[in-house]
């Protein structure tokens, strides 16, 4: 298995270069793994705005409504970003 820190950081990395396809890529390996879910909310919350800021606008949008339908660290701020979005 790859180092979920490594592969979290470097997905940080590849966006803060608007690198977005990379940075998906990579956060999609720490979504689909199946060690423990340390980095899940952060990796889908950051995955959500990449899609957004890569033109994935509706697949971005679909992954805010999970993020805000769970409750979680991310929900308010999901909620906040599909209102700016409003489809």
């Known amino acids: 298995p790859e180092d979920q820190n490594a592969l979290f950081y470097s997905a940080n990395t590849y966006i803060e270069t608007r690198d ?3 940075a998906i890529s ?3 390996k720490i979504l689909n793994t199946s060690e423990p ?3 899940n909310p952060e990796a889908e919350w950051i995955k959500a705005k990449a899609l957004i ?3 994935q606008v509706e ?3 679909q992954l805010l ?3 805000a ?3 979680g660290f991310y929900s308010d701020q999901a909620l906040q970003l599909m209102k700016k979005i409003k489809r």
């Open 37 to 39: 879910e340390v980095f």
């Open 20 to 22: 977005f396809e990379h």
């Open 65 to 67: 409504e999970k993020i």
């Open 53 to 55: 800021d890569n033109d």
């Open 26 to 28: 990579l956060l999609d």
């Open 59 to 61: 697949q971005g949008y």
């Open 69 to 71: 339908s769970e409750n």
